[in-house]
């Protein structure tokens, strides 16, 4: 049901859902908080985490009373503990410990306790050689206590839920063992199971025998030792899937030393606030993200960006929280601190990722929704069909009690979000942030990719190499004017050619400084335009002269195409009416992107090179790279354009790129691909994130997307055709109900542990 949509704020939250055992439980959740006014939920069962986004006079309060009310248990998740007092000893156990789960060891002591009591039940029941007089009563000795406290878990939820008018896959444990224990009770007590020197056998499909002597002792306790093992297995793996978030939120801080009145002061990493300066010692991590003003050395980024050689940085570079300084002392401005940090954030896109759900585990929540209904009745169906077939109550009721337990729908709700789970865990650990599962589509169907060529696949850094002033106009005298105008810019080409005029301003005068501009304007893709020392100054291309009514001398216009010829970018520079002489900067193709576009190529993908650059440059990089298609000369707004015709001829479209002006068609590809180096415009709009500014990585990254979707639809397959082929076995008598638990409990396993091979993707 879909909730009414209200206007006003929407806000969110994030509740941590206890007591959910299968699918179903998550898909009630679910469907319930659904049906509050105002409220779009989705529900976790891999994480146990419910999205809320709520509007109206819907409070907090209000969505966990209705998880409550549904039979289960919901709170926020707890803030993080708060950070040791300066100069404390880190409390933490040995590198690497796990942090003990009171759930998990409970799960466990359960598990052992129930297995030492079930394993003879099974042996007595299964080899007649082993059965003595009386075997049958120290059977039900060890049996009752694994029915009634190995299983209460099972039966403590099902009744939960009968209470509620719900069922799950508790209630199919719980009536399947407890009919198969009362069963053998009655036998026992009432039949003729109990009388001295009774025997029986074990058969793998269902037996006929005379009901008043046939038990099923081991049916009930087997199949809770197995069940019971199985959900073991599966927590701990669940556990082992989300360990690659949990590593990346624990990555950080925990103190810094501030400096404070000339003094360092170590104090928690909490109390930074944006423009604090801290000192970084070589082997500390740095405490949030920050500029560099004191100091050099090579920074170990690898756990946060899988990049396994250090960078070197120096003043005025930025430098990321949780990274780790190598080798010199540095000391920090903080410039984000908190949930702003690239760490944080990275947390949050992971997070944001595993609660997601993909189109296909959608429909297999609605399945999961119907399904135990569905087998109750099948079960009922089975029992009435034996019994009138064959008239053998005890066949009649084996049969049914196998379907009840094998049919247990875990599977289909593990099958996305363990995978989602590992896969975005592991893309976090090599730098590679993953939004969503719908993403996880489109990296299959892409067949295109278009890569920004500037600080995509060039370094992006510009630097100013050479100047051709016209005939009567002083070299430094334009290189000065055209500097101070592009100093008031924020384009890599203005910042080289403004970094190139401030040097040459130094080693003439000594002052190193520029000119102040008034009436500065941007013309988005063309140039600027603004006045210096009285002059109407124009820097950029030739259009922007034109459309100022400037021509171009047929000097200028060679020594422009010698530029562009040479793999330079070429800035035409006028003022007062006439062209004065043209700049050349140069970006250099950064030394991975022709290994990258190779992998790019072996996964499908036609690549193509975007540039607002003029033709001869675009033509040199790619040519460069291995690139054959080349759309140059495009202005910030084209770029979209470009992505929508390539979409109208049929492509699938992946786009790269790092800069605002790449945002737009970010977005409108059918799968962006963001560098992390790049502005925070471009990765929101991206649906892959990739921290490092190595183009190798996107091919890493939609190889990763790749495995992962396939590791989803494997998982489901599974899912699926377990149950479809499980059931009518069952039904047709073709399996014992202990043989039927085990196959239940470790289908869930198989999916899970075929998740964690996600682990190993290099």
Not at 632 to 655: H, I, N, S
């Amino acid at each position: 049901m879909t909730s009414t949509v209200h206007d006003g704020p929407i806000a969110a939250v994030e509740l941590s859902i206890g007591g959910m055992t299968c699918a179903s439980c998550a898909a009630r959740i679910e469907k319930k908080l659904n049906r509050m006014d105002g409220v779009e939920a989705t529900v976790n069962y891999a994480t146990e985490k419910a999205h809320v986004s709520y509007a109206g006079d819907v409070r907090v309060a209000d969505l966990i009373a209705t998880v409550v009310k549904t039979g289960y248990t919901a709170e926020e998740p707890a803030p993080p503990p708060p950070p040791p007092p300066a100069g404390a000893e880190p409390q933490a156990g040995p590198a690497g410990a796990a942090v003990r789960d009171p759930e998990l060891a409970a799960l466990r002591q359960r598990l052992l306790v129930s297995a030492a009591l079930a394993l003879p039940v099974v042996l007595l029941s299964m080899v007649p050689a082993l059965q003595f007089d009386n075997w049958q009563w120290l059977s039900l000795t060890l049996a009752a206590p694994v029915v009634v406290w190995g299983g209460f878990p099972f039966h403590r939820a099902a009744w939960t839920n009968a209470r509620h008018g719900a069922a799950t896959m508790d209630t199919l444990v719980s009536v399947g063992t407890l009919a198969a224990f009362t069963r053998s009770v009655w036998a026992l007590f009432f039949g003729d199971a109990g009388m001295p020197g009774m025997r029986h056998g074990f058969d793998i499909t269902v037996s006929h025998a005379d009901g008043s002597s046939s038990i099923y002792l081991e049916v009930a306790a087997g199949v809770i030792a197995f069940i019971l093992l199985g959900r073991y297995l599966e927590a701990r793996s669940k556990r082992k899937a989300g360990a690659a978030l949990r590593a990346l939120l624990e990555l950080g801080a925990k103190d810094v030393a501030v400096l404070r009145g000339g003094r360092e002061v170590r104090v928690p990493v909490g109390t930074l606030a944006v423009g604090d300066r801290f000192v970084v010692r070589p082997g500390e991590k740095i405490a949030t993200d920050g500029t560099v003003i004191e100091g050099s050395s090579a920074v170990d980024a690898s756990m946060l960006t899988g990049e396994s050689v250090p960078v070197e940085k120096d003043v005025g570079d930025p430098v990321t929280g949780a990274t780790v300084n190598a080798s010199g002392r540095l000391v920090v401005e903080a410039t984000r601190i908190g949930a702003d940090t690239q760490l944080a954030r990275m947390a949050r896109l992971v997070e944001d990722a595993q609660n997601g759900k993909a189109e296909v585990q959608r429909l297999a929540d609605r399945v999961s929704g119907v399904f135990v209904p569905v087998v109750l009745l099948l079960a009922l169906g089975t029992w009435v069909t034996w019994l009138l077939i064959t008239d053998d109550p005890t066949a009649a009721f084996t049969a049914a009690v196998a379907v009840l337990i094998i049919a247990c729908p875990c599977a289909l709700g593990l099958a996305t979000p363990t995978a989602l789970m590992v896969g975005t865990g592991r893309g976090a650990q090599l730098g590679i942030l993953i939004k969503g599962p719908e993403v996880l589509e489109s990296t299959r169907r892409v067949d295109t990719v278009v890569l920004d060529k500037t600080g995509t696949v060039t370094t992006g850094l510009m630097r100013y190499t050479g100047a051709h002033p016209a005939e009567g106009v002083d070299g430094y005298e334009l290189l000065r004017l055209a500097g101070s105008l592009e100093h008031a810019s924020e384009h890599p080409i203005a910042r080289a050619v403004a970094a190139g005029a401030a040097g040459a301003a130094g080693a003439t005068d000594g002052s190193g400084g520029l000119a102040p501009v008034t009436g500065f304007r941007n013309h988005g893709g063309l140039g600027v335009e603004g006045t210096v020392e009285g002059h109407a100054v124009l820097v950029g291309r030739e259009r922007l002269l034109a459309d100022r009514g400037v021509s171009l001398p047929a000097g200028l216009a060679a020594a422009r195409a010698a530029a562009e010829a040479a793999g330079g970018t070429a800035v035409l520079v006028a003022w007062d009416g006439e062209a004065r002489g043209v700049l050349t900067v140069a970006d250099a193709v950064k030394e991975t992107s022709a290994e990258a576009v190779t992998r790019l190529r072996r996964l499908g993908l036609t690549p193509i090179l975007l540039t607002g650059d003029n033709e001869a440059v675009a033509a040199a990089v790619a040519r460069e790279v291995g690139i054959e298609r080349v759309v140059a000369g495009v202005l910030p707004e084209g770029k979209v354009d470009v992505v929508r015709r390539l979409q109208a001829e049929g492509r699938t479209v992946a786009m790269v790129g790092d800069g605002v002006n790449d945002a737009a068609a970010l977005a409108q590809a059918d799968l962006g691909l963001a560098l992390g180096t790049g502005t925070d415009a471009a990765i929101e709009a991206a649906d892959l994130t990739l921290v490092r500014g190595d183009l190798r990585v996107a091919a890493d990254a939609i190889r990763l997307s790749r495995r992962t979707l396939a590791t989803i639809k494997g998982n489901l397959f599974w899912a699926f055709g377990y149950n479809v082929a499980a059931l009518p076995l069952a039904a047709a008598g073709l399996l014992n109900p202990m043989i039927a638990g085990a196959a239940m409990a470790f289908s869930s396993v198989f999916v899970v542990t075929n998740s964690l091979r996600l682990r190993s993707f290099r």
